[in-house]
């Protein structure tokens, strides 16, 4: 395969990260990887990618910066360090944060970089381990309209349904929405198959009836089939769903808006942290539900 000229860097190799920064290779980009735990690049470097040392050394050796990191503490750090990537990356360069982070923050760096003669996209994206890994991902952009026209060949090599919703912090607000929508999703889907269960129906036939109907979702289809097999393991992680919807709480507090579901959801997700569950998937929400069953003074 011809390589493409584009040199990407990816900054952040975990469970949507990795998926993203091989498909990069594989669509023949030249690949630059950094992340704070070398061996989590290990198939990536085998594969042809290039290990960094430092986010600095990075940023210096490609066109376009993509980072995938954990919360907007990793995210200011890395882009506003002393070392980081506005101070590090090549004029020219556009940056592009897939974090889910803060929509204040995202319009900070857009400002930062501008004066650096830097490019700026916030790109969070949507879809889970399964989208990055079927190269599927829902991406929500805020940035200018001609840095995204730029991008778009690089988004299309990870994702499918790709929409500029606005300037910068356009991208985070709307990741936003879509973390508001699915958290009280979540309690719906957790719900619903805690009461089939105890309704004593098989929850596999419940959900080959009510997935395609009024109440099917995404997380229906996708995480509900995953409690019923005690798959608990993290597509997202408990903790980073909790960061989320601090940020939109946070976010809806700054509007002068009120969201009660959300609260609702972040206070049961705050319970099952709690409960040694935040390495989980979201779907462990399903434990507290259990766990409330089963708590003395309730009947089962």
């Known amino acids: 395969m011809e390589r493409n000229e584009v040199a990407v860097g990816f900054v952040g190799i975990g469970v949507m990260g990795r998926s993203m920064a091989m498909h990069l ?38 066109d ?5 990191v954990g919360y907007p503490s990793d995210v200011e750090q ?12 090549r004029p020219g360069a556009t940056l592009i944060d897939m974090t889910t982070s803060s929509p204040t923050l995202a319009k900070r760096i ?70 508001i929508a699915i958290a009280t999703n979540m ?20 959900l080959k009836s ?9 997380s229906l289809s996708n995480l509900g089939a995953r409690i019923i097999t005690g798959n608990f393991e993290p597509g997202f992680y408990v903790k980073h769903f909790i960061k989320d919807m601090g940020i939109a709480l946070q976010s809806a507090e700054e509007m002068g808006i009120t969201l009660p579901g959300l609260k609702l ?14 390495e989980s998937g979201t779907q462990a929400l399903y434990k507290w539900f259990a766990a409330e069953a089963s708590a003395p003074g309730r009947t089962s």
């Not at 376009?64 to 995938?68: A, E, G, L, P």
């Not at 650096?116 to 949507?126: E, I, T």
């Not at 089939?196 to 419940?206: H, I, R, S, W, Y």
């Not at 009510?210 to 995404?218: L, P, Q, V």
């Open 25 to 62: 290779l594989k669509a023949g980009h030249p690949v630059s990887v950094y992340t704070r735990t070398p061996s989590k690049a290990d198939e990536l470097v085998q594969a042809g990618a290039v290990w960094k040392s430092t986010v600095s050394e990075l940023a210096q050796a490609v």
């Open 64 to 68: 376009v910066v993509i980072t995938m």
């Open 78 to 89: 890395v882009y506003l360090g002393e070392s980081g990537i506005l101070r590090s990356a």
């Open 265 to 278: 959801a972040r206070s049961l997700y705050d319970q099952l942290a709690a409960m040694g569950e935040s």
């Open 187 to 206: 309690i719906g889907v957790c719900e619903a198959l805690f009461y089939a269960e105890k309704a004593g129906l098989d929850p596999n036939t419940v």
């Open 110 to 179: 857009y400002e930062e970089a501008k004066g650096r003669g830097l490019a700026s996209l916030d790109a969070p994206v949507s879809g889970g381990d399964v989208g990055a890994r079927e190269a599927r991902l829902s991406i929500m952009v805020g940035g200018d309209e001609a840095a995204f026209r730029a991008m778009l060949p690089i988004f299309e090599v990870l994702g499918k349904n790709i929409v500029r919703q606005g300037g910068a912090g356009a991208g985070q607000y709307t990741k936003m929405c879509n973390q």
């Open 210 to 218: 009510i997935e395609s109907g009024a109440a099917g979702s995404w």
